[in-house]
């Protein structure tokens, strides 16, 4: 999963860091998977090898450069941390590896297959219910579509979903299918045509009530034959450890 580099306070240090919010390790974990952190670094694709699954997570705007917009005074990116996390999605989705992105990841995903965003989005539904304060979670409700992967994992038409964004998807990505939307029209859930497994959600999932999103790409992971081409590669990666087994895959 990709973490996040920024200041961080421990007792008496104030430092910058690189982590993950705990709520993401609880529920990677929970689902049979052991999280390993990747920092927002040059090189960060040549960790695909030795993944078993990629989780993309929410943080700062997508830049509006990287789809032709001009930039929203509402908007804050960080076009390095773009650029490197695009190149590892990239490289995920080529080596057939399950993707599950959450907010941020799916607006990647979006602007990686060359689509565009809303870059504020009460200005669009006329509401702030998608994200009401700085520390404080809206609520809404998404229309799963029939036939749809996350109509099947979710198991239900209709699902309350914890929301926190500010942005949302405007052009829809090549190869991509809106598989959710919100009762305001809002693109909630995408998938990737043709592929084995990527799933991203406009909503905070690590903040459900429900681990199902979770499991879904753990069950994903597993299933990866182990004579997937990507296993053909050095499966070594950066840290010079080779991939668990299949019970104990990595996301």
Known sequence: M???????????????ATFVPQSFIDKVSGAGCQPVLLPPLPGIEQSVPA??????LPGPDVDPGLYGAPRHPETRAAIERDTLELALLDAALTAGLP????????QLLNVLRGGTLHQHLPEVVHHDQHSPGDVVFGTQRARLLPDSRIRAILDCDSYVMPCHHHQAIDRLGTGLSVTARADDGVIEAVELDGHPFTVAVQWHAENAEDDHLFRALAEAARRTPRDHPRHRQD???????????PADRTA
């Open 235 to 245: 499966r070594h990666g950066v840290s010079g450890q080779p991939v668990r087994s």
């Open 51 to 56: 993944l078993d699954a990629l989780l993309l």
């Open 99 to 106: 993707v599950l992105g959450i907010c941020r990841g799916l």
């Open 2 to 16: 990709c973490a996040h580099i920024g200041p961080m306070k421990l007792s008496v240090y104030d430092m910058p």
